[in-house]
């Protein structure tokens, strides 16, 4: 393999978004949308019984939570991995959404997720078994430390000083290991998402597969992720700020428009700030899917080419 296959990546996701923009950015925005807002409800579900059931007067904190009983933060907490791993199964079928607008194919989004499901429950345990495996006792020492340091901060001893700076130092060393470690995991595994979803390998294969790629193709691999980031990056800050800019000048008009109400309205202020907070977290929401749709439609393309010309 050449580096000529970074540049072929990159000019054929550019053709493709040439030729069907509008119809792929929709596609990814509809599919993030639906994802955030199964999480969002799946996180409602999750801490709706904590409102509804605790005594009034009673705090969210640990005592208030746990007299509800452990079966109900045993529920809670599955009703949130599940609102993630379903999230997460709708977001994989970008990578179908891709595919077949590049073999110019009918894409059923329903279909696609509900093919989706098995096979992603599966790649997401698997990754998470091998994150864990890599990075657990990294992060195990990292806590260990930073609980430490935090003890010895409460030591007004010249010891307990030297402690805490020297646990703080080891801290920072360590976040930079698993940063860097991190990475690496993520560029030889990056491919497994392609070969589980879009080629229906089996997961450890499609590991095993992305491993293999990445290591007969690492330096082409390396650059061709540095640059699709560093374009992913500038592209998402330039847009995230203009957003920003926009949000702020929202909110202080808001603001202003709701001092003028608040005298003349009354009591229907009240119900008036809570259809106005709706409909700003459903703004929100958009907001971010498209965010999100814009980041993927800037990379998964790219990668997918990629991913086919190191397969041949």
Known sequence: MGFDFIGNSFNESINLL??????????????????LVVLVLGFGLAIAPYFLLLPAGTSLGAGGVLGLGLIFIVVSIIVIILAVIFSKVIASSSYNLVDSKYKKEP?????QIGANIVPYVFYFIVNLVITLIILGPFYAVYFFISTGSELAA??????GLGMYMAGTLIGLVLRGIITIIASILGLF??????????ARKGVIE?????FDLVKAN???????????????S?????????????AIIMAVVFGLGAAMLSASLGAAYGVLVLIVLAIAGVIALMILAALTALQDIIEIPAQYSY???ISK
């Open 234 to 246: 500038v592209i998402i800050f330039v847009v995230l700020v203009i957003v920003v800019i926009v």
């Open 206 to 210: 499609s590991f095993k597969r992305s």
């Open 218 to 232: 690492l330096l082409e691999t390396v650059l061709f992720s540095f640059v699709l980031s560093l374009i992913s």
């Open 18 to 35: 040439k030729s069907d923009f509008s119809d792929i950015f929709k596609g990814f925005f509809i599919i993030q949308f639906l994802a």
């Open 107 to 111: 894409f059923g989004m329903i279909g």
């Open 307 to 309: 991913w086919k010309q």
């Open 189 to 198: 595994i990056q491919f497994a998402i392609f070969e589980v979803i879009v």
């Open 154 to 159: 409460s030591d007004s001893s010249g010891a």
